[in-house]
């Protein structure tokens, strides 16, 4: 039994892995504590972290029906991610490992994401048996990455973006047009009844020969559209609109790249996990463009779509099969860490 950590922005996660199966997966966002800011305030989520560490640890435990004695083996996302964050799971796990005598395996964020659409079911399996080689895309607030999962384990980044994230788009342009943060679900709600061919946005890189993205030039547009058509903000139908269009132009930049590079690197499927991949145009188009394709695809599941522990500890445990050695006790966090 592995307990996972993750605490690497603005969700402060807890979770008991068992050979793959998922016994709890407690996650604590701090959204309503960020709202009022616009966005995730480093020295806040950090506050926040070290308020809810101990409590979601102790909910994952017990919906686990599980005690600290029976922890084999603690993890904890070690990077990247904003420093203060990292910290406060990072030492607690090592801690916890330290004081139970388990070993302690500090995880990349990004290489779980990786692994998170192959957990499915209820209670929620890691499924490796199935697993084949893939193109995988992490969209989220902070990354769009797309990345070849050669075999379990070996991974090569393929690209990324060279500015904003496309949650990152989502966000800014909910800005502009009032929403809360974040705005990519609102976005995706308001954009079900909206034409999304009622406005014509780029779609920055889309024909590009590389594997990566760029989605600033595309908010930039958004402000000097809504800059020269202000009265658009007090239409409620032509506001829908503008969001379907929006997101319209970020799934075909998303769905057109990762499938162009699947059927080069002649994989035949995709997966796809960060908090964009909760969007359901994009879960359709991306959907609909496999079949076409031939292609499977493993998005990962809602709930684990966004940041959790679940995805570490899945990873950790896998990591121990593979070879039984832990990180360092004394390791630090890695804010920057590159996926290799
Ligand atoms: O993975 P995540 O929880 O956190 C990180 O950024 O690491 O992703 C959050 C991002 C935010 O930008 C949010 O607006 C976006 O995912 N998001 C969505 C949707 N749900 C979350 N964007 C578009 N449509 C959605 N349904
Ligand atoms: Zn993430």
Known sequence: MLLAFETSCDETSAAVVQQGRVLSNVVSSQIEAHAEYGGVVPELAAREHLRNLIPVAHKALSEAEATTEQVEAVAATQGPGLPSALMVGLRAAQSLAFALRRPFLGIHHHEAHLYSPWIQGCPPTADFSSFEPNVSLIVSGGHTMLVFVEAELKHRLLGSTVDDAAGECFDKVGKLIGLPYPAGPMIDRLAENGNARAFDFPRPMINDANDDFSFSGLKTSVRYFLRDHPELLEQEQRLRDLCASVQQAI?????????????????????????????????????????REGLKLRLAEKELCTDNAAMIGVLAERKLLRAPVGTSLDADIQPGWKLE
């Open 251 to 291: 799934v075909d930049v998303l769905v057109a790249k990762t499938i162009r590079t699947a059927r080069r690197l002649r994989v035949s499927c995709i997966t796809a996990s960060g908090g964009v991949t909760c969007n359901r145009a994009l879960r359709r188009e991306l959907s609909a463009a496999c079949t």
